[in-house]
């Protein structure tokens, strides 16, 4: 049972970036089916970066050393640039309306659970359990925070644009000075 309370914690903290990034993206009124679609993709790339980390992170991080918390950051930089172009375009945003988008955006989500999966052996030997809990979180918190984001905006208009560019800038700052 420690070991339930563990993963769960370990899901949790995953998952919190990614609420906090769906809340900003859920800001740009999405549809319903997106918001659905966009929660499936990052709870899938949640159950399978831990386990391909597991099988194969030692592996590359041994060939090839990156700081994913660094890449994550300038991702979320290169966001939060994009959004206030758009603001000052006076248009609505949709980048994350087509496939590419929303893969782009799962795996970015995503990458701290590939490292996580590297040290699995250490929190669990249930690896498919732990990876079913991780889905389970981050599909909730995603969920959650895309239909936050986008009441948010309903209530408060263009303002909550300028919201998730400053949840973005925070979220940028805060993964490049952890690299």
Known sequence: MANFFTILI??????????TLSMAYGMLNLNKKIILKLSIMVGIFHFFMP??????????????????????GIVFLSLAIQLLFSLFKDEQINNIDNLFSMLIFAFTVSLDSFSVGIGLNAISNHHIFAS???????????????????????????????????????????????S
């Open 10 to 19: 370990i899901a949790i903290t995953l998952s919190m970036d990614t609420f």
């Open 51 to 72: 386990l391909i980390g597991n099988s194969l992170g030692e592996l590359i991080l041994t060939i090839i050393p990156f700081n994913s918390q660094l890449i994550i």
């Open 132 to 178: 079913f809990i991780f889905m389970t979180v981050s599909f909730l918190f995603t969920y959650t925070g895309l239909k936050m984001g986008n009441k948010l905006s309903n209530l408060i208009g263009k303002k909550a644009q300028i919201v998730g560019i400053v949840l973005l800038l925070i979220l940028s700052i805060n993964y490049i000075l952890k």
